[in-house]
């Protein structure tokens, strides 16, 4: 059974750091395109991070350069997907969310639409002016 639980939310002044953790079980971890997405208040649901197998990253423009994911796998089969939150600004404010299975692709109106096979129950994240 898959499993997916984040934490590491909180409240945080602009220009604030944060660090949300992600415990995956139940897949391939390993194997798995992993990402995070996030849903503000009255917004629809967004991708702002992705990590491939091989460690690759990509990330949306508006977080590029302040947030970081990575992934990490030990002996005990403990699997921890990361996104590092720096220069938080009050337009991060939302509900932050891990997937996995997740994929990158072209919609029909030529954008980019970002799908996930599973998701984890959401942390909040609130940043003050």
């Known amino acids: 059974q898959v499993q997916m639980v984040e934490s590491g939310g909180g409240s945080v002044q602009a220009g604030g750091s944060l660090r949300l953790s992600c415990a995956a079980a139940?897949?391939?971890?390993?194997?798995?395109?992993m990402c995070w997405f996030r849903q503000a208040s009255g917004k629809e649901r967004e991708g702002i991070a992705i990590i491939e197998p091989d460690g690759n990253t990509q990330y949306i423009e508006t977080v590029r350069g302040r947030f970081i994911i990575s992934k990490e796998s030990n002996d005990n089969a403990k699997n921890t997907l990361y996104l590092q939150m720096n220069s938080l600004k009050p337009e991060d404010t939302a509900m932050y969310y891990c997937?996995?299975?997740?994929?990158?692709?072209?919609?029909?109106?030529?954008?980019?639409?970002?799908?996930?096979?599973?998701w984890g129950q959401g942390t909040q994240v609130t940043v003050s002016a």
């Open positions: 997937a996995a299975g997740c994929s990158i692709q072209r919609s029909g109106s030529g954008g980019w639409f970002w799908a996930a096979n599973y």
């Open positions: 139940g897949f391939t971890f390993s194997l798995n395109y």
